[in-house]
């Protein structure tokens, strides 16, 4: 009776692995293709699949980072990743030149980032722009909102130079290849504050509404949004829920990327996903909404630029669609 006990639950033991083998096998593959290096604007991606969230959607995601000249828009758009992480502006490029790229979730609320420099500088507003270096990473969009702030603030923006540094790490190129850099307050400005070097920093989204844009966002392709909306609900599903624990537990959450990039700076990582934890959501009604009147504000301050050579729909361009039901 023992041995035949034994058979049996080895028989049942057996069926059961044989089971979640081929749950393994129907699960979806789905791709996700990050915008750079991961760190805390993405923890959300990681905590829902450290936590089963996407299996739990019939979902095996795998998150990627994109090669040497390629990006994530690129990448979406001609349907080689599912998904992917930009921002408001390159969507805003690529549907003015009718590249497919729709965005379907906010990460952040509201735009994060700053011009900063060393507090030595003595630059507090865009009237100190002048005379002064900006080191950026070569784009057009930088030197309209440049322009734009220093006109605003009655400065002469012949006055500036501009010195194109790429990626380059802040802390190594303040102060020495440039006097003001544009940065990510959560990573580069948490990890000022983490070093002890004061900063002087002037936030976009004060300088004009028009700049407080959604930086970054989740992106797919119209084809998707079309034709596949049950795999994009249940990606976001799973997505929001992971931004959800983010937001809930933001020490936890930072101990799932650490977990899942070890390369990165851990203290820095915990600090960034404290402050970060708090913005994701800040003001909307909930996780990763969107709203029409900031990407028709930001197109169009781009089309009176010359940024973009034709204006975009602004509802083409973004949809709420696939964000989870408020319970």
């Known amino acids: 009776m023992a041995l035949a006990a034994c058979n049996m639950k080895e028989k049942q033991g057996q069926e059961a692995d044989k089971k979640e083998g081929n749950a393994e096998k129907t699960l979806q593959k789905v791709t996700v293709m990050l915008d750079w290096f991961p760190n805390t604007n993405h923890t959300g991606l990681y905590v829902a699949k450290d936590k089963g969230y996407y299996k739990q959607q019939g979902l095996d995601v795998e998150i990627l980072q994109p090669g040497e000249g390629t990006t994530a828009d690129q990448l979406v758009a001609a349907g080689k990743a ?26 952040i609320q509201h735009n994060t980032s700053a011009f900063a420099s060393l507090k030595e500088a003595g630059i507090t507003s865009p009237k100190d722009f002048e005379g002064k270096r900006y080191g950026g990473w070569g784009s057009p969009v930088e030197e309209a909102v440049l322009k734009a702030v220093m006109q605003k603030a009655n400065a002469d923006f012949s006055k500036l130079k501009i ?19 544009w940065i990510y307050y959560g990573w580069d400005g948490v990890e000022a504050e983490r070093q002890g070097k004061e900063l002087n920093t002037i936030m976009l989204k004060d300088l004009d509404s028009a700049l407080d844009y959604y930086t970054p966002v989740i992106v797919t392709n119209e084809e998707h949004v079309k034709e596949q909306k049950e795999l994009v609900e249940k ?40 402050w970060l934890s708090t913005k994701y959501q800040d003001d ?15 197109a169009d301050w781009m089309f009176e630029r010359g940024l973009i050579e034709k204006n975009i729909d602004p509802k083409a361009a973004f949809t709420n669609e696939f964000l989870p039901e408020k319970k």
């Open 82 to 107: 599912d998904f992917g992480i930009s921002y408001q502006e390159s969507v805003t490029q690529a549907r003015s030149t009718d590249i497919p790229l729709v965005s379907i979730a906010a990460v």
């Open 163 to 181: 010195v194109t540094l790429g990626a380059t790490d802040f802390f190594k190129s303040i102060g020495r290849d440039a006097d003001f850099m």
């Open 235 to 274: 990606f976001m599903a799973a997505t929001a829920k992971g931004y959800e624990y983010a937001i809930e537990n933001p020490e936890e959450a930072a101990d799932i990327l650490i977990k899942n990039a070890p390369e990165l700076n851990k203290e820095l990582v915990k600090e960034s996903q404290k």
């Open 284 to 298: 909307a009604e909930q996780w990763g909404v969107q709203k029409e009147e900031v990407w028709k504000r930001y």
